[in-house]
């Protein structure tokens, strides 16, 4: 798939691709890309990397408190003499100055008109094989690598970023989705993949559960809106679901952070952060979405308990599920 970005910085960014790649495409493609969903097989030259090796882990390697450290992707700098081995991987950055005849060989007539006016970053989905992200910096000096990363580094964090949730959103629901029958009983949809369970159905609170490792939503709401939500309130609200449902968890409110979002076209506010259990000696992360709507406040809640697991990566399958709900 080909596509333009708009973004502060550079201002359009297209990936059109030699036949070169053609060539390349007509060697055996397996059915899906290869590899870890967080790596991203970069490359370029040694000397390239050591260049702006600071500046790239900046970019991606970003951490999140699970409460442990976690580093959300990992970066793999290859030479580009090994692109063929790797070009099926799904997170692939390649990075390197114009003129470089690898650099050359990968992009069109029209992205080097998009260089002249100051473009340097392209990046196209599903290029060699289904469920692929491929982004191109190419800059006319090496040393601007350095600037263009910079400038950029949440348009090359979100690219990666939106291609592992386009991918797990495929894996979620390819085989269907189940609960269907929500809104007529509930007045809300949302869609659960196969595999969940419902393991709380009480008056004003419903959830859904997933083991290995273990990862709960929850949507508990009341039928008087809030007249204020601020980050007490958000805490108070999760802790008082908790202390019923989730056997005493609460909030660690030094690592959790509150701030306002949109939540399908509505404003809510959104608590990111940890929970824990002291009885139980246990904690994770946590999403929640608290809003009104006219008749309803709704509290949605995800949260799970994987130890030694990378955690970003399934908050991010239960961010997708979150985002099918419906009033």
Not at 137 to 146: S, W
Not at 280 to 287: I, N, S
Request: aromatic share 14%; proline share 3%.
């Amino acid at each position: 798939m080909r596509y333009t970005m708009q973004y502060a910085g550079t201002t359009a960014y297209s990936l059109l691709l030699t036949s070169y790649f053609l060539l390349l495409g007509c060697q055996y493609q397996p059915p899906h890309a290869a590899g870890k969903d967080t790596e991203i097989i970069t490359i370029c030259q040694d000397s390239t990397y050591k260049l702006i090796e600071d500046e790239l882990k900046s970019s991606l390697e970003r951490v999140i408190y699970t409460p442990t450290t976690e580093y959300i992707f990992s970066i793999k700098q290859i030479p580009p003499s090994k692109f063929n081995i790797h070009k099926f991987r799904k997170n692939i950055l390649v990075i390197g100055k114009v003129g470089e005849g690898f650099i050359d060989s990968l992009l069109g007539e029209e992205a080097t008109q998009e260089k002249q006016r100051g473009n340097y970053i392209f990046g196209e989905t599903d290029l060699f094989v289904r469920g692929q992200a491929v982004l191109i910096i190419a800059t006319p000096e090496e040393i601007t690598l350095k600037r263009v990363i910079i400038e950029n580094r949440d348009l090359i964090f979100n690219f990666f970023g939106n291609g592992v949730r386009k991918r797990l959103k495929y894996s979620l629901y390819k085989d269907g989705a189940q609960f269907l029958g929500l809104r007529g009983k509930y007045g809300f949809s949302i869609s659960v993949p196969k595999g969940w369970i419902i393991k709380e159905d009480k008056d004003g609170f419903l959830s859904f559960m997933r083991h290995r490792p273990d990862r709960i939503i929850s949507i508990y709401w009341q039928d008087k809106p809030y007249s204020e939500i601020d980050k007490q309130k958000a805490i108070e609200t999760r802790n008082k679901i908790a202390k019923i449902y989730f056997e005493s968890d609460y909030v660690n409110d030094e690592l959790t952070r509150f701030y306002k979002v949109k939540f399908h076209n509505r404003v809510a506010y959104k608590l990111d952060g940890v929970w824990q259990n002291d009885k139980r000696v246990m904690g994770g992360p946590f999403r929640s979405y608290i809003f009104n709507t006219e008749e309803r406040c709704y509290f949605i809640d995800m949260h799970m308990y994987a130890p030694g697991v990378k955690k970003w990566y399934y908050l991010q399958q239960l961010e997708i599920i979150c985002d099918t709900f419906m009033e």
